[in-house]
């Protein structure tokens, strides 16, 4: 089975975000005054092979602790979608 | 130690060459460090920084080598991108994320020496201030609690700001780990070793790496 695998990454509440607060400062600009909490993350994309659902998961969910975030500053959502 | 994006192993070769050691450029791809006494990680952007600064850097291949070194005692400093891959390698504790203030900062800085037991100040005073400069985004300085309270309390915050310029919590400019032979600092040390370059603060640094 192959799944359809998007790890949305976010910085952790409190961790700095130099290109939210820029976009979040010239929104206004542009008669945008209610917004705020702008924040910027990252999208990763990958196709993944795997027996299950739950498979697909598990593996999803190491490779992101292991390697595509640092749980330090960062924490990720992730989204399967399996393909036909 | 080389990395694709490695930019300042040259002016590291130079300041320990201007105290009479012996250095080898190594590279990220071999499989072995060729019975080095010590390895610094130079400041860089290795593997283009992508995903984030030190992140791919942890799995090019002389890295096993370089961990087995650094747990078996062996001096290792990582300076600026090298303390992102330290980091990122988990040879140090912490983070390093983006500046307070959103700027890259590229001037001269003021240390504290804040404790001598580690391999890079072995040879410096507590309390001593050094002029060495900083070239960084991403060096803001960060942890949980529970990790800065065991730094604190272990006595290895190795260097402080005396005037912080990128929001680091404790003023945090250098760690290092629990066995004191892995340092990590975000000012560039081998750039304050020639009188030429306004500061030669940066050789009490060197010469305690290369007596550890």
């Known amino acids: ?53 739950s498979e697909a998961q598990k593996t999803s969910e190491k490779i992101c602790s292991l390697f595509l975030t640092n749980p330090v500053i960062e924490e990720a959502k992730i989204v399967i979608e399996e393909l036909s | 130690m080389i990395f694709p994006g490695t930019n300042c192993e040259t002016d590291v070769v130079e300041a320990v060459s201007s105290l009479g050691a012996n250095s080898e450029l190594l590279w990220h791809g071999d499989e072995n460090i060729h019975g080095v006494d010590s390895i610094v990680i130079p400041g860089g952007f290795a593997h283009g920084d992508y995903l984030r600064p030190g992140a791919i850097a942890r799995f090019s291949p002389v ?47 003021v240390l504290r020496v804040e404790t001598t037991e580690s391999i890079l100040t072995n040879k410096a005073t507590t309390g001593e201030s050094l002029h060495i400069p900083i070239n960084h985004f991403e060096g803001n300085y960060t942890c949980n609690k529970e990790t800065l309270k065991e730094l604190q309390e272990e006595n290895r915050i190795v260097l402080r700001y005396v005037n912080n310029p990128n929001g680091s919590i404790d003023d945090i400019a250098g760690v290092c780990n629990k066995k004191r032979n892995v340092v990590g600092l975000m000012p560039h040390p081998e750039r304050a070793c020639n009188d030429l370059l306004g500061s030669t603060d940066g050789q009490v640094l060197f010469r305690s790496l290369l007596a550890a």
Do not use: H
């Not at chain 2, 096993?64 to 070194?69: D, G, R, W």
């Not at chain 2, 062996?74 to 988990?90: D, H, K, Y």
């Open chain 1, 1 to 53: 089975m192959k799944f359809s695998i998007l790890v949305d990454i976010q910085l952790l509440e409190g961790i700095s975000d130099p290109a939210g607060a820029t976009i979040e400062r010239a929104l206004p600009a542009l008669g945008y005054k209610e917004i705020c909490d702008v924040s910027v993350g990252k999208t990763i994309r990958f196709t993944l092979e795997a027996t299950s659902l």
């Open chain 2, 63 to 109: 890295m096993k080598a370089v961990t087995k070194f650094a747990l078996e005692g062996g001096p290792v400093i990582g300076i600026c991108n090298g303390f992102q891959v330290l980091t990122e390698a988990g040879l140090l504790p912490g983070a390093l994320q983006k500046n307070r203030g959103l700027k890259f900062l590229c001037q001269p800085a």
